[in-house]
């Protein structure tokens, strides 16, 4: 974490440090405005997390999973787009 705040020094952002990724995405996407982005980078595929050094300890985080239900929270459940709805009636 410290090697990513040390490559955001000088950026025109705020920068927060939450140490928790799930506590992290759920207050990246409160903050969000309308024209901002939230990217999760780091995990690729990978939906378990070590707590500790010991792999049994794992638990389950997918970082898709969270920021879905942190926007649905936030902005509730999605709209379907134009050319979903026509395609339904199809």
């Not at 955001?8 to 903050?31: C, E, F, K």
């Not at 926007?71 to 050319?83: F, K, S």
């Given at each position: 974490?410290?090697?990513l705040r040390v490559g955001l020094m000088?950026?025109?952002?705020?920068?927060?440090?939450?140490?928790?990724?799930?506590?992290?995405?759920?207050?990246?996407?409160?903050?969000?405005?309308?024209?901002?982005?939230?990217?999760?980078?780091?995990?690729?595929?990978?939906?378990?997390?070590?707590?500790?050094?010991?792999?049994?300890?794992?638990?389950?985080?997918?970082?898709?999973?969270?920021?879905?239900?942190?926007?649905?929270?936030?902005?509730?459940?999605?709209v379907p787009a134009v050319d979903d709805?026509?395609?339904?009636?199809?």
């Amino acid at each position: 974490m410290a090697e990513l705040r040390v490559g955001l020094m000088g950026a025109a952002a705020a920068v927060r440090t939450v140490p928790d990724r799930r506590a992290a995405i759920l207050a990246a996407v409160r903050a969000a405005g309308p024209a901002d982005v939230v990217l999760l980078v780091g995990r690729g595929h990978e939906t378990r997390m070590l707590d500790t050094t010991d792999p049994l300890d794992a638990v389950h985080l997918d970082d898709a999973e969270v920021a879905n239900t942190a926007l649905i929270a936030e902005h509730g459940p999605p709209v379907p787009a134009v050319d979903d709805l026509a395609e339904r009636a199809s």
